[in-house]
């Protein structure tokens, strides 16, 4: 059974910076695509950042570009989402997913197979 557990959320002021982290069980790290996505109350879950298998290859949704950094460490089995300066706006439920096969970064949440139960990140202005 394959597991996603979410863990770094909380509150923090506008400015700040917050580690997200998805540890993962089995063998889904080594050969898959790992994302983060996000889900504020109301809206529908959006695309974050995701990392092919083996971390050589990355992307980001404009909106978090240049202040989130997404990267895996294959030893820990962890994915990991460095936010900085955080915003507002950046105020969702964070979830990491699983897609298979591993050198295709993937954008659509459809495609992903596993999820994490997601972590909340809080951003006071």
């Known amino acids: 059974q394959v597991q996603l557990v979410e863990s770094g959320g909380g509150l923090v002021q506008a400015g700040g910076s917050l580690i997200l982290s998805c540890a993962t069980s089995g063998r889904t790290f080594h050969d898959h695509s790992m994302g983060w996505f996000r889900q504020a109350p109301g809206k529908e879950r959006e695309f974050v950042a995701v990392?092919?298998?083996?971390?050589?290859?990355?992307d980001y949704a404009d909106s978090v570009k240049g202040r989130f950094t997404i990267s895996r460490d294959h030893a820990k089995n962890t994915l990991y989402l460095q936010m900085n300066s955080l915003r507002p706006e950046d105020t969702a439920v964070y979830y990491c997913g699983a897609s298979f096969p591993g050198n295709v970064l993937e954008y659509n949440y459809d495609k992903y197979n596993y999820w994490g139960q997601g972590t909340q990140v809080t951003v006071s202005s």
């Open positions: 990392i092919n298998w083996n971390g050589g290859n990355t």
